[in-house]
């Protein structure tokens, strides 16, 4: 299906799972995409098909004079860039003290500074070219707190300030920001999970029960619901509309997570009210 108004977009973390299925459709459509992958020869198949589409970038997000430098070369030579997705991330399990010091810094580098340093870096672009949109996926792990998973939901719910924290300051340019929550998806992430040493004393409790869960991998990749093709398809849709939202949730599982942990914040919140107003000077 060739779109009406080929755009341009431009995305992390595109060799595999969401970040993949979003280039393919993209592409699929008529877009033109600047794709960056650890190891450009893994987009060699649609360089095939799609040609002078394909703009590939080789880049670890984590090296930040290089993702800036990716991010220049390929505004300078597409010209316009009308969208910019940080997809890549990883996910690390363990309790917070079975992590290591390199564990907590390799999964915040990934997952927080590097998104923080890529809208840093496009933003001046985005400015001078008179407005863009750009799309930060997180997950419902934004929303939520899950045991065994704190430093991912650190990273998730750090990203999400961050973005939260910009509507206003970037507005004045024409710059719109979406936050992408994700439940499960049927990808490569859970294959790649980072996974701390075990410590006895978590064995019999909730992160030993999700670490040996998580242990049969092959299990929960067929657990995963959510379709990464039909999820890229929301994502295009949800960007290219008049009033892009500034939340998009994809999947039943991460809609019942995200509708249960607000209704309790809510809940708790308002139960506090009384208390937060009598401390007024
Ligand atoms: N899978 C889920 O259940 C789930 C749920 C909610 C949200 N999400 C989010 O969805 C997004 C996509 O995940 P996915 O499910 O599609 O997983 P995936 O298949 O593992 O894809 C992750 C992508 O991130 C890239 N990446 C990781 N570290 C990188 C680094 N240092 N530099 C450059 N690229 C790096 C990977 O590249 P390499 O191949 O080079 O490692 C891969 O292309 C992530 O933001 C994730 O947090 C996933």
């Not at 969208?83 to 363990?94: D, K, M, R, T």
């Not at 001078?128 to 065994?148: D, F, N």
């Not at 994809?250 to 009598?278: F, T």
């Amino acid at each position: 299906m060739e779109s009406a108004t080929p755009r341009t977009w431009f995305v992390t973390g595109t060799s595999s799972g969401l970040g993949r299925a979003l280039i393919e459709a993209l592409l699929g459509d008529g877009h033109r995409v600047a794709a960056t992958v650890r190891g450009r020869s893994r987009l060699d198949d649609l360089k095939d098909v799609y040609g002078d589409r394909l703009w590939v970038g080789d880049l670890d997000v984590t090296d930040t004079v290089a993702l800036r430098r990716v991010v220049d070369d390929a505004f300078g030579e597409l010209g316009r860039i009308d969208h910019v997705v940080s997809n890549a991330a990883y996910g690390l399990y363990g309790a917070a003290e079975e992590f290591t010091d390199d564990d907590i810094g390799r999964l915040l580098a990934v997952n927080l500074i590097a998104p923080i340093q890529l809208l840093r870096a496009a933003v001046p672009h985005l400015r001078r070219q008179g407005g863009g949109h750009y799309v930060q996926i997180s997950s419902l792990a934004g929303q939520t707190g899950i045991a065994g998973a704190s430093i991912y939901h650190a990273s998730k719910w750090g990203v999400e300030g961050f973005v939260e924290s910009l509507h206003e300051e970037l507005a004045p340019f024409g710059v719109g920001l979406t936050v992408v929550e994700p439940g499960s998806i049927d990808s490569d992430f859970f294959a790649r999970l980072d996974v701390a040493s075990a410590i006895e004393a978590y064995r019999d409790g909730p992160v030993g029960a999700l670490r040996d869960y998580l242990s049969d991998r092959a299990a929960v990749k067929r657990d995963a619901i959510g379709d990464p093709r039909r999820m890229a398809r929301a994502i295009i849709e949800a960007a290219e509309a008049a009033e892009p939202p500034r939340r998009l949730v994809l999947g039943s599982d991460a809609y019942e997570w995200i509708e249960k942990a607000l209704h309790s914040r809510l809940s708790a919140l308002r139960s506090q009210e009384a208390a937060a107003r009598s401390t007024n000077r």
